[in-house]
C-alpha cells in the first residue's frame, strides 16, 4: 500500500529503497544528536585520575608524542598525540581525577 502522505503520528522511513510508515518513541524523538568528536580536542574516554602532564600552552608536539598519563582501572594510559600541532591549552592538572568526556588537552 502507498501512502502520499503520513497519517497524523506516523512517519515514512526509507530503507534500502523502500519506504514505511513507522511511528518515532519519545526517546528517539528526544535523544541527544550525534556530534562528531573534535580532533582538536582531547577528551577523557574513560573516567581516571591525571598522573603526570608531558605538555603546556604553546608546546610543540610531533604526532605519537605523550601528552600525559591517564590512571584508570589500575592502569596507566600514555595519551598520545593524534597529530603534529601546537598546544593551545591544558585544561587539567596533575592528581586530577576526570570524568569520561572531559576534556583534557586542546590543539590550535
Do not use: C, H
Amino acid at each position: 500500500m502507498r501512502y502520499k502522505e503520513a497519517p497524523e503520528g506516523y512517519k515514512f522511513m526509507n530503507v534500502e529503497n523502500g519506504k514505511y510508515k513507522t511511528t518515532l518513541t519519545t526517546k528517539f524523538v528526544s535523544r541527544q544528536k550525534y556530534v562528531p568528536n573534535d580532533p582538536k580536542k582531547i577528551v577523557a574516554v574513560i573516567p581516571g585520575t591525571v598522573r603526570e602532564i608531558f605538555v603546556k600552552k604553546g608546546s610543540k608536539v610531533k604526532e605519537g608524542d605523550n601528552l600525559l598519563i591517564l590512571e584508570a582501572m589500575k592502569m596507566m594510559n600514555n595519551i598520545v598525540a593524534p597529530f603534529d600541532g601546537v598546544i593551545k591549552a591544558v585544561k587539567t592538572s596533575s592528581d586530577t581525577v576526570v570524568a569520561k568526556s572531559e576534556l583534557l588537552i586542546e590543539f590550535e
